[in-house]
């Protein structure tokens, strides 16, 4: 039995974890925007704040994290990647994740996401996060059918009278 751990990003994670990302992330990546793995993990690891890396027995098998956006602030966009490897490492990964999106919850009043119709292992996950999932609808470059999945955050955003 290995050993699962969550830990920062170090140098070379995004080129091991891009190198033996599961298909279906692949294809998620390249319908949405057209990058291949490596890029498409280099730029949304860029972008969060939020960032975790998960290892089984030290190598590192998935990265997830959450970057702002939103107009008027406020919401997020949680994501995560992964090798095929997270398989093994299931049992520990699903009782780790609800901890770490405590934190993405408390970071954001609103998270968002979309999710590729085809990725089936993802929206199984999300829905089991709690994340609510729309119908598909056209996204991204290829206009494939992708699922809007969103979640309300904890974070209370006090905007004032308008």
């Known amino acids: ?14 080129a091991v974890i891009a190198d033996g990302m599961r298909l279906s992330d692949k294809q998620e990546i390249w319908a949405a925007s057209r990058l291949l ?3 498409g993990l280099w730029l949304a690891a860029k972008k969060s704040p939020l960032l975790w890396v998960g290892t089984w027995d030290g190598t590192p098998i998935g990265m997830a994290g959450c970057f702002p956006g939103g107009l008027l602030g406020g919401v997020g966009y949680p994501w995560q990647l992964a090798t095929e ?11 780790t994740v609800r901890d770490y999106l405590k934190t993405v919850k408390s970071s954001y009043s609103l998270l ?7 990725n089936e292992t993802s929206i199984k996950w999300m829905k ?4 609510n999932i729309e119908d598909p609808a056209p996204y991204g470059i290829d206009g494939l059918p992708f699922h809007y999945a969103w979640m309300r955050g904890e974070k209370n955003e006090s905007s004032g009278n308008f």
Do not use: K
Request: proline fraction near 8%; aromatic fraction near 16%; charge should be negative.
């Open 85 to 95: 490897e997270i398989e093994r490492a299931a049992l520990p990964y699903l009782r």
């Open 37 to 39: 793995p490596y890029e």
């Open 128 to 131: 089991w996060l709690g994340f």
């Open 1 to 14: 039995m290995g050993r699962f751990e969550v830990r920062p990003l170090r140098e070379g994670d995004v």
């Open 112 to 118: 968002v996401n979309w999710v590729d119709a085809r």
